[in-house]
Protein backbone atom coordinates (compact mmCIF):
# COMPACT_ATOMS: atom_id res chain seq x y z
CA UNK A 1 0.00 0.00 0.00
CA UNK A 2 1.73 3.54 -0.95
CA UNK A 3 -0.37 7.12 -1.38
CA UNK A 4 1.57 10.41 -1.91
CA UNK A 5 1.66 10.82 1.70
CA UNK A 6 2.48 8.03 3.24
CA UNK A 7 4.40 4.77 2.30
CA UNK A 8 3.64 1.41 3.59
CA UNK A 9 5.55 -1.90 3.68
CA UNK A 10 5.83 -5.18 5.77
CA UNK A 11 9.58 -5.85 6.48
CA UNK A 12 8.42 -9.17 8.60
CA UNK A 13 5.11 -10.82 9.19
CA UNK A 14 2.86 -9.14 11.74
CA UNK A 15 5.18 -5.83 11.00
CA UNK A 16 3.75 -2.83 8.75
CA UNK A 17 5.80 0.21 7.90
CA UNK A 18 4.25 3.33 7.99
CA UNK A 19 6.87 6.10 6.29
CA UNK A 20 5.33 9.75 5.67
CA UNK A 21 6.74 11.23 2.64
CA UNK A 22 4.68 14.57 1.79
CA UNK A 23 7.23 17.06 0.90
CA UNK A 24 8.72 19.26 1.27
CA UNK A 25 8.30 18.58 4.88
CA UNK A 26 5.63 16.62 5.76
CA UNK A 27 2.49 19.16 6.45
CA UNK A 28 -0.28 17.55 7.38
CA UNK A 29 -2.99 18.40 5.20
CA UNK A 30 -7.13 16.59 4.48
CA UNK A 31 -4.80 14.19 2.28
CA UNK A 32 -2.58 13.49 5.08
CA UNK A 33 -5.73 12.48 7.09
CA UNK A 34 -7.47 10.62 4.33
CA UNK A 35 -4.12 8.35 3.83
CA UNK A 36 -4.28 7.45 7.89
CA UNK A 37 -8.20 6.67 7.58
CA UNK A 38 -7.20 4.21 5.23
CA UNK A 39 -4.16 2.70 6.72
CA UNK A 40 -5.93 2.99 10.12
CA UNK A 41 -8.82 1.62 9.06
CA UNK A 42 -6.74 -1.77 7.99
CA UNK A 43 -4.79 -1.89 11.09
CA UNK A 44 -8.30 -2.50 12.54
CA UNK A 45 -9.37 -5.22 10.22
CA UNK A 46 -5.91 -7.11 9.46
CA UNK A 47 -5.90 -10.42 11.74
CA UNK A 48 -1.99 -10.77 11.59
CA UNK A 49 -1.14 -7.16 12.00
CA UNK A 50 0.61 -6.69 15.54
CA UNK A 51 2.75 -3.73 15.55
CA UNK A 52 3.18 -0.71 13.43
CA UNK A 53 6.25 1.82 13.48
CA UNK A 54 5.45 5.15 12.02
CA UNK A 55 8.88 6.95 10.35
CA UNK A 56 9.65 9.92 8.19
CA UNK A 57 11.36 9.46 4.38
CA UNK A 58 12.49 13.38 5.39
CA UNK A 59 15.27 13.33 7.90
CA UNK A 60 14.52 16.78 9.43
CA UNK A 61 10.86 16.69 9.81
CA UNK A 62 8.64 13.93 11.04
CA UNK A 63 5.03 15.93 10.72
CA UNK A 64 6.04 19.37 10.36
CA UNK A 65 2.30 20.17 11.97
CA UNK A 66 -0.90 21.32 10.38
CA UNK A 67 -0.98 22.91 6.90
CA UNK A 68 -1.88 26.45 7.88
CA UNK A 69 -3.95 26.69 4.29
CA UNK A 70 -6.50 24.17 5.05
CA UNK A 71 -7.56 26.34 8.53
CA UNK A 72 -10.90 27.35 6.95
CA UNK A 73 -12.80 24.09 6.39
CA UNK A 74 -15.28 24.38 9.07
CA UNK A 75 -17.17 21.16 10.31
CA UNK A 76 -20.46 20.54 13.08
CA UNK A 77 -19.23 20.96 17.06
CA UNK A 78 -18.00 17.54 17.68
CA UNK A 79 -16.90 15.99 14.42
CA UNK A 80 -13.27 16.62 12.62
CA UNK A 81 -11.66 13.67 11.04
CA UNK A 82 -8.39 14.82 12.20
CA UNK A 83 -9.62 14.09 16.02
CA UNK A 84 -11.47 11.15 14.54
CA UNK A 85 -8.71 9.11 13.28
CA UNK A 86 -5.89 10.17 16.34
CA UNK A 87 -8.36 8.24 18.64
CA UNK A 88 -8.90 5.69 16.68
CA UNK A 89 -5.22 5.43 16.35
CA UNK A 90 -4.97 5.42 20.22
CA UNK A 91 -7.10 2.33 20.37
CA UNK A 92 -5.82 -0.04 18.04
CA UNK A 93 -5.37 -3.71 18.71
CA UNK A 94 -1.68 -3.52 17.47
CA UNK A 95 0.95 -1.86 19.18
CA UNK A 96 1.82 1.53 17.55
CA UNK A 97 5.52 3.19 17.99
CA UNK A 98 6.59 6.70 16.50
CA UNK A 99 10.21 6.78 15.54
CA UNK A 100 10.71 10.45 15.64
CA UNK A 101 14.04 11.87 13.96
CA UNK A 102 12.89 15.90 12.81
CA UNK A 103 10.56 17.97 13.88
CA UNK A 104 6.91 16.76 15.17
CA UNK A 105 5.29 19.77 16.02
CA UNK A 106 1.36 20.73 16.54
CA UNK A 107 -0.56 18.26 15.04
CA UNK A 108 2.32 16.18 14.43
CA UNK A 109 3.02 16.09 17.99
CA UNK A 110 -0.27 15.67 18.62
CA UNK A 111 0.35 12.58 16.22
CA UNK A 112 3.00 10.97 18.47
CA UNK A 113 0.85 11.21 21.08
CA UNK A 114 -1.52 9.17 19.98
CA UNK A 115 1.04 6.33 19.45
CA UNK A 116 1.78 3.86 22.43
CA UNK A 117 5.32 4.10 22.28
CA UNK A 118 7.36 6.91 20.87
CA UNK A 119 11.11 6.99 20.56
CA UNK A 120 13.21 10.20 19.48
CA UNK A 121 16.46 10.86 17.95
CA UNK A 122 18.71 12.14 20.91
CA UNK A 123 20.02 15.79 19.22
CA UNK A 124 17.75 16.08 15.78
CA UNK A 125 14.39 15.87 16.98
CA UNK A 126 12.55 18.60 17.75
CA UNK A 127 8.93 18.18 19.66
CA UNK A 128 6.89 20.80 20.66
CA UNK A 129 2.93 22.31 20.62
CA UNK A 130 3.27 25.72 19.20
CA UNK A 131 -0.46 26.98 18.90
CA UNK A 132 -0.46 29.14 21.90
CA UNK A 133 2.32 31.27 19.84
CA UNK A 134 -0.37 32.25 17.29
CA UNK A 135 -3.33 32.82 19.73
CA UNK A 136 -4.57 29.00 18.64
CA UNK A 137 -5.80 26.48 20.96
CA UNK A 138 -4.41 22.75 19.79
CA UNK A 139 -7.01 20.88 18.67
CA UNK A 140 -5.90 16.95 18.91
CA UNK A 141 -5.94 16.20 22.54
CA UNK A 142 -2.47 17.06 23.71
CA UNK A 143 -4.03 18.99 26.91
CA UNK A 144 -5.70 15.26 27.69
CA UNK A 145 -2.56 13.32 26.61
CA UNK A 146 0.40 15.42 27.97
CA UNK A 147 -0.62 15.40 32.02
CA UNK A 148 -1.23 11.30 31.86
CA UNK A 149 2.21 11.13 30.65
CA UNK A 150 4.36 13.99 32.29
CA UNK A 151 1.87 15.66 35.04
CA UNK A 152 0.07 19.10 34.85
CA UNK A 153 2.98 21.28 35.49
CA UNK A 154 5.25 19.54 32.36
CA UNK A 155 2.20 19.39 30.21
CA UNK A 156 1.75 23.39 30.55
CA UNK A 157 5.32 24.23 30.03
CA UNK A 158 4.75 22.83 26.67
CA UNK A 159 1.25 23.66 25.63
CA UNK A 160 1.77 27.38 27.11
CA UNK A 161 5.63 28.03 26.25
CA UNK A 162 5.70 26.53 22.44
CA UNK A 163 8.94 26.07 22.84
CA UNK A 164 10.51 23.21 20.82
CA UNK A 165 12.05 19.81 23.22
CA UNK A 166 15.11 18.38 21.98
CA UNK A 167 14.63 14.81 21.89
CA UNK A 168 17.03 14.05 25.35
CA UNK A 169 14.70 16.74 27.06
CA UNK A 170 11.45 14.96 25.63
CA UNK A 171 12.65 11.79 27.74
CA UNK A 172 13.55 13.62 30.74
CA UNK A 173 10.07 14.79 30.98
CA UNK A 174 8.47 11.82 29.85
CA UNK A 175 7.16 13.00 26.07
CA UNK A 176 9.16 10.11 24.33
CA UNK A 177 9.65 6.67 26.14
CA UNK A 178 13.57 7.04 25.49
CA UNK A 179 16.02 9.12 23.13
CA UNK A 180 18.51 7.60 21.41
CA UNK A 181 21.85 8.23 19.56
CA UNK A 182 20.36 9.73 16.00
CA UNK A 183 22.44 6.72 14.20
CA UNK A 184 21.02 4.27 16.82
CA UNK A 185 17.20 5.29 16.35
CA UNK A 186 16.45 3.34 13.15
CA UNK A 187 17.87 -0.05 14.37
CA UNK A 188 16.57 0.16 18.03
CA UNK A 189 12.97 0.77 16.94
CA UNK A 190 13.42 -2.13 14.53
CA UNK A 191 14.46 -4.77 16.77
CA UNK A 192 11.63 -3.46 19.14
CA UNK A 193 8.89 -3.92 16.25
CA UNK A 194 10.12 -7.53 15.09
CA UNK A 195 10.24 -8.82 18.81
CA UNK A 196 6.35 -7.41 19.32
CA UNK A 197 5.64 -9.03 15.93
CA UNK A 198 6.76 -12.71 17.38
CA UNK A 199 4.38 -12.25 19.79
CA UNK A 200 0.75 -13.31 19.93
CA UNK A 201 -2.04 -11.29 18.67
CA UNK A 202 -5.06 -11.40 20.88
CA UNK A 203 -2.63 -10.96 23.63
CA UNK A 204 -1.28 -7.48 22.73
CA UNK A 205 -4.50 -6.58 21.85
CA UNK A 206 -6.13 -7.55 25.42
CA UNK A 207 -2.99 -5.86 27.35
CA UNK A 208 -3.57 -2.53 25.26
CA UNK A 209 -7.25 -2.37 26.82
CA UNK A 210 -6.47 -2.63 30.08
CA UNK A 211 -3.81 0.15 29.48
CA UNK A 212 -6.46 1.69 27.98
CA UNK A 213 -8.66 2.32 30.70
CA UNK A 214 -5.64 3.52 33.42
CA UNK A 215 -4.33 6.42 30.44
CA UNK A 216 -6.24 7.12 27.03
CA UNK A 217 -8.92 9.73 27.69
CA UNK A 218 -12.27 9.33 27.08
CA UNK A 219 -13.33 11.05 23.38
CA UNK A 220 -15.95 13.39 25.39
CA UNK A 221 -12.79 14.80 27.00
CA UNK A 222 -11.00 15.35 23.79
CA UNK A 223 -13.68 16.92 21.60
CA UNK A 224 -14.04 20.35 22.91
CA UNK A 225 -10.62 21.07 21.65
CA UNK A 226 -11.22 21.08 18.35
CA UNK A 227 -14.13 23.28 18.71
CA UNK A 228 -11.63 25.81 20.77
CA UNK A 229 -9.03 26.03 17.93
CA UNK A 230 -11.60 26.20 15.57
CA UNK A 231 -12.94 28.96 17.03
CA UNK A 232 -9.60 30.61 18.24
CA UNK A 233 -8.32 30.10 14.08
CA UNK A 234 -10.79 32.73 13.01
CA UNK A 235 -9.69 35.88 15.58
CA UNK A 236 -8.63 38.61 13.71
CA UNK A 237 -5.55 38.29 15.81
CA UNK A 238 -4.80 34.95 15.04
CA UNK A 239 -5.21 35.59 11.19
CA UNK A 240 -2.80 38.32 11.08
CA UNK A 241 -0.23 36.47 13.23
CA UNK A 242 -0.59 33.03 10.81
CA UNK A 243 -0.45 35.33 8.01
CA UNK A 244 2.12 37.35 8.85
CA UNK A 245 4.71 33.86 9.94
CA UNK A 246 3.49 32.31 6.43
CA UNK A 247 5.17 35.59 4.85
CA UNK A 248 8.67 34.69 6.81
CA UNK A 249 8.38 31.37 5.89
CA UNK A 250 5.83 29.15 7.46
CA UNK A 251 5.23 25.69 5.86
CA UNK A 252 8.39 25.89 4.01
CA UNK A 253 11.54 24.26 4.29
CA UNK A 254 13.67 27.32 5.55
CA UNK A 255 15.10 28.44 8.94
CA UNK A 256 11.39 29.24 10.26
CA UNK A 257 10.23 26.11 10.11
CA UNK A 258 13.49 24.13 11.33
CA UNK A 259 13.88 26.61 14.27
CA UNK A 260 9.73 27.55 14.90
CA UNK A 261 10.02 27.58 18.24
CA UNK A 262 12.42 30.28 18.20
CA UNK A 263 10.28 32.42 15.10
CA UNK A 264 7.18 31.88 16.67
CA UNK A 265 7.62 34.11 19.51
CA UNK A 266 9.46 36.98 17.48
CA UNK A 267 8.94 40.22 19.15
CA UNK A 268 7.55 41.88 16.04
CA UNK A 269 4.78 39.53 15.15
CA UNK A 270 1.70 41.00 15.50
CA UNK A 271 -0.06 40.42 19.11
CA UNK A 272 -2.60 38.27 19.71
CA UNK A 273 -5.39 38.66 22.32
Given at each position: ???????????????????????????????????????????????????????????????????T??????Y?????????????L???????????N?????????F??????RF?????ARL??????F????A????????????????????????????????????????????E??E??????????????????????????????????????I?????????????A???????????Q?????????????????P?T?
Amino acid sequence: MATSHIKVDQPAPGYVRATFDHAPINLIDYDTVSALIDLVTRLEQDPDVRVVVFDSANPDYFLAHWDTSAFGRKYPAGTHPWLDVLNRLSRLPVATIAAINGRARGAGSEFVLACDMRFAARDHARLGQPEVAFGLVPAGGPMARLPRLLGRGRALEIVLSGHDFTGAQAELYGYVNRALPDAELDEFVDTLARRIARFDKRAIAEIKEFVDVASNPDDAEIWPMIDAFQASAVRPSTAARVTEMERRGLGQAGHVEFDLGVHCAADDLPTTH
